[in-house]
T-cell receptor, first 111, second 113 residues
Framework: EDQVTQSPEALRLQEGESSSLNCSYTVSGLRGLFWYRQDPGKGPEFLFTLYSAGEEKEKERLKATLTKKESFLHITAPKPEDSATYLCAVQALGGGNKLTFGTGTQLKVEL | NAGVTQTPKFQVLKTGQSMTLQCAQDMNHEYMSWYRQDPGMGLRLIHYSVGAGITDQGEVPNGYNVSRSTTEDFPLRLLSAAPSQTSVYFC????????????FGQGTRLTVV
């Protein structure tokens, strides 16, 4: 059974204080790993897809990396508008388009 | 471009009542899916469809039915609501191919009393 574990559950940062969110996964064969952002009362919004170990992708203050066992979402000099829940999901080989999600990391960035 | 539209946004049901959660997308996506989101549980797949006329069960299908008569619509039916079905429900659609991003609706918050 595919499993995705995210840590920490919640994270509070000061504006400009960089940090990383972790997503560890167990999957029979990884096709890809996804990061989504979810704002309160809204549906998840796509951020990144990572396909192979060693891959990195960047978008503004966010950078996602992938190893064979985990992925990190690095947040550099965050701003209050980066406050959201960040979700990680995996897609397994042989599983079609199905996604298995972690429980998310709730990030709050304060002034 | 509306994307994925879910209705209603909020609903309160009594135990045993039935209802249909509506989901429509205007992106001509073949793959559509329903998830429920509960505190501490993450998003869990209920049912999915790879195209009109084709549906299959996800991780937590019990108590839910789906059908897919058109590419655009993918309704989720609760035949006899139970308090355990209190949750936030999300519909999503994806372009063809694997590793494509899923587009989510705004969600339906359902309370069963």
């Amino acid at each position: 059974e595919d499993q995705v574990t995210q840590s920490p559950e919640a994270l509070r940062l000061q504006e400009g204080e960089s940090s990383s969110l972790n997503c560890s996964y167990t999957v029979s064969g990884l096709r890809g790993l996804f990061w989504y952002r979810q704002d309160p009362g809204k549906g998840p919004e796509f951020l990144f897809t990572l396909y192979s170990a060693g891959e990195e992708k960047e978008k503004e203050r966010l950078k996602a990396t992938l190893t064979k066992k985990e992925s990190f979402l690095h947040i550099t000099a965050p701003k209050p508008e980066d406050s959201a829940t960040y979700l990680c999901a995996v897609q397994a080989l042989g599983g079609g388009n199905k996604l298995t999600f972690g429980t998310g990391t709730q990030l709050k960035v304060e002034l | 471009n509306a994307g994925v539209t879910q209705t209603p946004k909020f609903q309160v049901l009594k135990t045993g009542q039935s209802m249909t959660l509506q989901c429509a997308q205007d992106m001509n996506h073949e793959y559509m899916s329903w998830y429920r989101q509960d505190p501490g549980m993450g998003l869990r797949l209920i049912h999915y469809s790879v195209g009109a006329g084709i549906t299959d069960q996800g991780e937590v299908p019990n108590g839910y039915n789906v059908s897919r008569s058109t590419t655009e619509d993918f309704p989720l039916r609760l035949l006899s609501a139970a308090p355990s079905q209190t949750s936030v429900y999300f519909c999503a659609s994806s372009p063809p191919g694997f590793l494509t991003e899923a587009f989510f609706g705004q969600g339906t918050r359902l309370t069963v009393v």
